[in-house]
């Protein structure tokens, strides 16, 4: 019982920055990683990026560079720091978590639109 919700979505021109930011309530005591999906309309979604519980964190080739993951233990809270972005990079991204016994959990997803 995991319950996620992501903030930090909106509009931004070519180049520009946003960061978003998802916070874990329930059975936080469980969740042995967060990460962010996005998915953009008539695509399937992508794994962004993943942070462990002991602060690994992974980031995809196509916002490596770009886009960086982080966490804060004492707010449950996970984030994605997004520069640089591209009118592909419009989705809506979510925030999910694994939890013990194989358990996924998943926001209700945040609209990022960056206008061409």
């Known amino acids: 019982q995991v319950q996620l919700v992501e903030s930090g979505g909106g509009l931004v021109q070519d180049g520009g920055s946003l960061t978003l930011s998802c916070v874990a309530s329930?059975?936080?005591?469980?969740?042995?990683?967060m990460g962010w999906y996005r998915q953009a309309p008539g695509k399937e979604s992508e794994l962004i990026a993943v942070?462990?519980?002991?602060?690994?964190?992974k980031v995809e080739a196509p916002v490596k560079g770009r886009f960086t993951i982080s966490r804060d233990n004492a707010k449950n809270t996970a984030y994605l720091q997004m520069n640089s972005l591209r009118p592909e990079d419009t989705a809506v991204y979510y925030c999910?978590?694994?939890?013990?016994?194989?358990?996924?959990?998943w926001g209700p997803g945040t609209q990022v639109t960056v206008s061409s």
């Open positions: 329930g059975s936080t005591f469980s969740i042995k990683a």
């Open positions: 999910v978590a694994m939890s013990d016994g194989d358990r996924v959990s």
């Open positions: 942070i462990g519980t002991g602060g690994g964190a």
